[in-house]
């Protein structure tokens, strides 16, 4: 019996029902909870005998098309398609309308076909979320025009149909026969790609901690391949929160034969290199419409032939990527995000499947995909995920939207912005007696003021309405300051979703010019992502998690909302111990008290060092300020010894000179601050990295914020310090010594340089390999 190609209604719509150009100016529109809550309250107000949610099915030519319409009035005859939307309705978009009509004609081909009926009145409701009224689109179709129209959407779907089943049977094939890209695996990597494959294949989650220089890319990447037809596994998604990693997983690719120049055959896997909206765009200085840009002009209209020749292509890192879509005049951005739709393998960063709005896990929910996770260097999603869910306002940029708001704007946003200021400065007053720590600025609140939360609230909604009369400039600070507003009340949202104990709200004030006027920020800070990390994991079939460091199991599983049972595997190190020498200097202490005390002997000990194994070196220190310091003073007291030093805010082009100066033949030492872009990520083997000093044991800085994260963590964990501190700051540790040794014919020395790491509890925390010296 011949298969069928299963298609949701939204799905086959979006892709024969979407014309002209890519418009993001920005049109106020309803949150996700703001939807669902318009489509209840549609439905609520219709008669008893009204259907809601109505599964649909339908069969035409090798096309399975399903889906669920809203809603449909017995009575009336009348199948209601609802979209919610704030503002002027005349101002939304006309190939909305069209998109949003052809769905609803679907839907009642689909219902005309399972019971029967000769015609269908079919509705667009349009939801107004601020005013709660309705605008009701009603026309009606006879059977025969929306069976007419149904089919015309499936033969318009059927030719890309044929070739995404034509390709789905090859690339299964192909990675079915796929051989690994060398004649034996390394030491311990064939272990790691048995437990990502066992993973893979029973639909569990897995941490593993696989020591650096094992092949933790393509160990991985490798058997997750293998389990997509063996699993019936749709897409694979290799995340990373490094660029280090995404050229990683590229540079793996083509080792398995799946990455071909552009005159070759494309492979039989589809793969798709993501980045940011801010590298690949082509013309910054434009806005991102078809009046402004030429790529976003006619988009649409150009998207069938740029998507077809996309995946001739089949090999999308960032370079095909753009090639292609300037050979059709698109953005490539944009292109990017179309073709995340048709790739059987994505890389990206870890915010598209993770972030509250991320894209990647959004096209899982919507499409159904059984899809599997790669998470390369996982034990960053824990700074990471927090980041995605904090948020932080700041009574400044208030202040200066206030100051500089056009005349023309006075009337509408004067006093919702007046209403805002003046619950802030209430919440400051009432806060000034309860500031803690050394910073006589900072305050823990209970939660965020009613009043404010209201002000905050209504000042969304004046910006919206006003939106709807004229644009706001994209770089304006007042629509800057509309999105921070957006966000953090998004953010207060996830934090009634993961529970108050896992938010942390405070209040900061500052001295903002010259003239001692005070100013404040407000945060809303995750201090425990798990709760809603958790969901995305759920979404997903296998998720492998993979590091050099994610030890102790534990921590990570408590951090990341997974299970308790999650494995963890620590693979052994492909190293013998004999490779590295590992001192301890004992007798220096880093803390803050003592660092003028440990200048001396900290460039007495990497001057020693280097005269008695001249080469290159990397030295990390816990700030700019304390490896400034001791940079002058290894220049006062050994001027021989070559050094040169990280600097604040290097651009890309400078970090990239950093690293290329560690050559085979080069000599000196290079200074770092520890959990830096060049504390992990970066590949320095053989000669071009002899050795590494750490002068910090990597604990974040104490202060009202981190101590009030550690005094949650104690209440959640019950043990702050270790969570909140001393995990995190070796998790730093391990990853910049294990710049040092990359390869078994490695050899080199670490001098890890404080007293404490000679205590027992740290040293347990170091990798078992490693060879202890005092």
């Known amino acids: 019996m011949t298969s069928l190609l299963r298609v ?6 979006d892709f024969t029902a979407r014309e002209g150009d890519l418009d993001l100016r920005f049109t106020p529109a309803p949150s996700a909870r703001e939807g669902i809550a318009g489509h209840q309250a549609v439905t609520a107000r219709r008669d008893a005998g009204y259907e809601r949610e109505i599964a649909l099915e339908g069969v035409q030519g090798r096309l399975r098309v399903v889906g669920r319409a809203d809603g449909f009035d017995p009575a009336r005859g009348r199948l209601e398609e609802i979209k919610t939307f704030r503002g002027d309705l005349d101002a939304q978009p006309e190939r909305h309308r069209r998109l949003h009509l052809a769905q609803a004609r679907v839907y009642g081909a689909l219902l005309c076909r399972a019971r029967g009926f000769d015609a269908l009145e079919i509705a667009l409701v349009y939801f107004d979320v ?10 009606r179709y ?10 015309a959407q499936c033969d318009a779907w059927a030719d890309w149909a044929e070739r995404e089943m034509a390709h ?8 079915r026969e796929l051989r690994f890209a060398h004649a034996d695996f390394r030491p311990g990597q064939r272990q790691l790609a048995e437990s990502v494959y066992k993973a893979a294949s ?12 094992i092949g933790k890319t393509i160990g991985t990447l490798f058997p997750m391949l293998k389990a997509m037809p063996a699993r019936a596994l749709d897409r694979v998604f290799f995340l990373t929160a490094r660029n280090t990693g995404r050229a990683l997983a590229l540079e793996a690719l083509s080792a398995l034969g799946m990455a071909p120049a552009a005159s070759e055959p494309a492979p039989a896997l589809r793969s798709l290199e993501l980045i940011a909206r801010d590298s690949a765009c082509e013309h910054p200085e434009l806005a991102c419409h078809g009046d402004a840009c030429p790529l976003a002009a006619g988009f649409y209209d150009r998207l069938p032939q740029a998507r077809r020749a996309a995946v001739e292509r089949g090999f999308l890192d960032r370079a095909a990527l753009r090639e292609v879509a300037l050979a059709h005049r698109l953005c490539p951005y944009y292109l990017g995000q179309e073709m995340a739709h048709w790739c059987d393998l994505v890389i990206a960063d870890v915010n598209y499947w993770f972030d509250s709005s991320a894209m990647l896990y959004a096209l899982s929910q919507q499409h159904q995909w059984r899809t599997a996770l790669l998470v390369d260097e996982a034990h960053n999603l824990v700074a990471r995920g927090r980041a995605m869910y904090s948020a932080e ?7 200066h939207v206030q100051r500089n708001l056009p005349a023309a704007l006075g009337a509408a946003l004067k006093t919702p912005l007046e209403r805002v200021a003046r619950h802030w400065r209430a919440l400051e007053r009432e806060r000034e007696h309860q500031q803690s720590g050394e910073s006589s600025g900072y305050a823990v609140l209970t939660g965020i003021p009613a009043g404010l939360g209201r002000a905050l609230a209504q000042l969304v909604g004046a910006v919206n309405e006003l939106m709807v009369e004229q644009p706001i400039g994209i770089d304006s600070a007042l629509l800057r300051l509309y999105f921070d507003v957006l966000h953090f009340s998004r953010m207060l949202e996830a934090a009634a ?16 010019g010259r003239r001692g006027r005070t100013c404040s920020r407000l945060a809303l800070r995750n201090v425990v992502p798990a709760p809603l990390l958790a969901s995305r994991f759920e979404a997903a079939h296998a998720a492998v998690l993979f590091s050099a460091t994610l030890a102790p199991a534990h921590f990570y599983r408590d951090q990341l909302g997974l299970d308790a049972h999650t494995p963890w595997y620590d693979l052994p190190a492909p190293f013998a111990a004999e490779q590295l020498d590992v001192y301890i200097a004992a007798h220096i202490s880093t803390r803050y008290r003592d660092r003028e005390a440990s200048l001396d002997p900290i460039a007495d000990l990497i001057a020693a060092r280097y005269a008695g194994r001249p080469g290159n070196y990397l030295a990390f220190f816990s700030s700019f300020d304390y490896l400034e310091r001791l940079q002058a003073r290894l220049a006062e007291r050994h001027p021989l010894v070559p050094c040169r030093a990280q600097r604040r805010r290097m651009s890309d082009s400078e970090r990239r000179d950093f690293v290329a100066g560690f050559t085979p033949e080069g000599q000196g030492v290079a200074l770092a ?21 750490i002068a910090t044991l990597g604990l974040a800085q104490i202060n009202p914020v981190n101590e009030q994260m550690r005094a949650r963590m104690a209440t959640l964990f019950g043990d702050g310090y270790r969570y909140a501190y001393l995990y995190p700051g070796i998790t730093r540790v391990v990853q910049a010594a294990g710049r040092v040794i990359r390869t078994p014919a490695d050899r080199g020395e670490i001098h890890l340089i404080d007293d404490r790491f000679a205590r027992p509890e740290v040293r347990a925390l170091l990798p078992g390999w490693w060879r202890l010296e005092d």
């Open 8 to 13: 949701a209604v939204r799905t086959l719509c």
């Open 130 to 139: 601020d005013s709660g009224r309705e605008q009701v689109v009603a026309e």
């Open 142 to 151: 006879s059977r025969e025009a929306l069976e007419a129209f149904f089919i």
């Open 168 to 175: 789905r049977a090859a690339r299964d094939r192909a990675l």
């Open 202 to 213: 029973t639909g569990r989650h897995l941490l593993l901690q696989a020591p650096t220089g």
């Open 393 to 399: 306002l700041d009574r400044g940029e208030l202040a």
């Open 497 to 512: 979703t993961a529970g108050e104990t896992h938010y942390l709200y405070d209040i900061t004030r500052y001295e903002a």
């Open 673 to 693: 601050v520890l959990g830096g872009v060049f504390g992990e990520g970066i590949d320095l083997p053989g000669e071009r990295l002899v050795g590494a000093f």
